[in-house]
């Protein structure tokens, strides 16, 4: 499975009752993917792990979603929300996310996540939302233009 921008627009639906797992470091860095993780991501499960979880980033995801994540995390809280994350092959799959702090004898050692499906409905309105909110931050904007062939040519 390799990148393509023709993906772009390509959405892949994470399975009712499936959920992915992972678990990273304190600095972000995946130690544990499970096998939903890997199908759904179109990773292998050795290729996430070692690999920083911003490797999903999508570009469509606003700056302030994981300040906010890191900023409840550090502060001893469980997060909590929407994510759309970006595919080995450049497509996208959406999840609700609850991220929180694994602690042994008192310490923070590692941070969990599990990732459940998000209903359509839901997800036109979050993609409604963050688009908002990265205008309103002067966050990257996605543009979408259509140019005449020969000029396409010309790109390549
Ligand atoms: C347990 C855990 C799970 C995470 N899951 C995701 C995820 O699914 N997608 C994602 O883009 N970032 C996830 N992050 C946040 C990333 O570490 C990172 O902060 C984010 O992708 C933004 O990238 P940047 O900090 O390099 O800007 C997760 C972080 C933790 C601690």
């Given at each position: 499975?390799?990148?393509?921008?023709?993906?772009?627009?390509?959405?892949?639906?994470?399975?009712?009752?499936?959920?992915?797992?992972?678990?990273?470091d304190l600095?972000?860095?995946?130690?544990?993917?499970?096998?939903?993780?890997?199908?759904?991501?179109?990773?292998?499960?050795?290729?996430?792990?070692?690999?920083?979880?911003?490797?999903?980033?999508?570009?469509?995801?606003?700056?302030?979603?994981?300040?906010?994540?890191?900023?409840?995390l550090k502060s001893g809280k469980m997060?909590?929300?929407?994510?759309?994350?970006?595919?080995?092959?450049?497509?996208?799959?959406?999840?609700?996310?609850?991220?929180s702090g694994v602690y042994k004898d008192d310490e923070l050692v590692e941070y969990k996540?599990?990732?459940?499906?998000?209903?359509?409905?839901?997800?036109?309105?979050?993609?409604?939302?963050?688009?908002?909110?990265?205008?309103?931050?002067?966050?990257?904007?996605?543009?979408?233009?259509?140019?005449?062939?020969?000029?396409?040519?010309?790109?390549?």
């Open positions: 499975m390799t990148y393509n921008d023709s993906n772009f627009l390509i959405e892949t639906i994470v399975p009712e009752g499936e959920v992915i797992i992972s678990r990273t600095k972000g860095v995946i130690t544990y993917a499970n096998e939903t993780f890997a199908d759904i991501s179109g990773y292998s499960v050795d290729e996430l792990i070692g690999k920083s979880h911003n490797i999903l980033r999508h570009p469509d995801m606003p700056r302030a979603a994981f300040e906010h994540m890191w900023q409840t997060w909590q929300g929407y994510v759309k994350n970006m595919r080995k092959d450049g497509g996208y799959y959406w999840v609700f996310a609850e991220v996540s599990m990732r459940t499906p998000v209903p359509k409905e839901t997800v036109t309105k979050m993609q409604r939302k963050y688009d908002e909110m990265k205008l309103k931050n002067k966050d990257m904007i996605r543009v979408v233009k259509y140019i005449p062939f020969e000029e396409y040519v010309e790109l390549q």
